[in-house]
């Protein structure tokens, strides 16, 4: 029996960026991946409800979007957003007393078929910098995983930031700080881009950290990407 893949795109991904969603999808066709949407009925997670402490409305929108999920035979998620991929894997669990789908971020769906992208990345003399999001990186651990993909690419020099994995500074757009005071979430991305190396490029894997820095980045010129814009941009045509 194959087993059906959801892309998750996540509010943000598919309102306020959807070129993230759109890169998402374009690097898993490349890839032969054959994945499915919930289109315009995907709904949200209850993420940003849990992180501005409205409990029982997380949980009510949580119960449906897994009810909308497994009536419709999906067994595996994959997501753009930490914030989704957190609560779906960890919060859900709790929530339900356990996990009802198998849940990954797209930097460990595409590291676990990195052999995949071998030998269709071209060569890129570029100096990159990776901003690891709090929700992948201090929640759920994941580090090493978008760090690899990134160095899948020929000729790519990853830099760190001083402060860097389980110390990396926060993006300044999470829990609803951007919604609430947009002024301060802004001036947290400067802080962020005030600590980069010299690079070249700045690579992301958050929807919410990919569009504050894009803000602030406007002011210093740093270009900042995805990580599957960032594959996509050294995919071999």
Not at 71 to 92: I, K, L, Q
Not at 103 to 122: D, P
Not at 132 to 159: K, W
Request: proline letters at 4%.
């Amino acid at each position: 029996m194959v087993e059906r893949i959801l892309y998750w795109r996540g509010c943000m991904s598919r309102l306020r960026v959807k070129y993230i969603a759109d890169s998402t999808e374009k690097l898993l066709s490349k890839l032969g991946i054959a994945y499915e949407t919930l289109g315009d009925s995907e709904g949200c997670c209850g993420s940003v409800l849990r992180r501005t402490g409205q409990t029982e409305a997380a949980l009510a929108v949580a119960e449906e979007t897994k009810n909308r999920i497994v009536s419709r035979g999906f067994r595996e998620v994959v997501t753009s957003c930490p914030g989704c991929y957190r609560t779906m894997a960890s919060e859900y669990k709790a929530y339900f007393g356990q996990a009802p789908f198998i849940v990954e971020h797209i930097s460990q769906f595409l590291h676990r078929r990195k052999g995949l992208l071998k030998g269709h990345l071209k060569p890129m003399s570029i100096r990159v910098a990776y901003h690891d999001p709090c929700h992948l990186g201090r929640h759920m651990g994941v580090y090493e995983e978008p760090r690899e993909l990134i160095r899948l690419v020929p000729d790519v020099e990853l830099v760190e930031f001083k402060y860097n994995r389980e110390k990396s500074i926060c993006c300044g757009s999470g829990g609803g700080v951007r919604s609430v005071l947009p002024e301060l979430s802004l001036e947290v991305s400067r802080t962020v881009l005030a600590e980069l190396p010299d690079v070249d490029l700045l690579v992301t894997s958050c929807p919410f950290c990919n569009y504050n820095l894009r803000q602030a980045g406007k002011e210093v010129k740093i270009q900042v990407l995805d990580l599957p814009e960032f594959i996509l941009k050294a995919w071999r045509d």
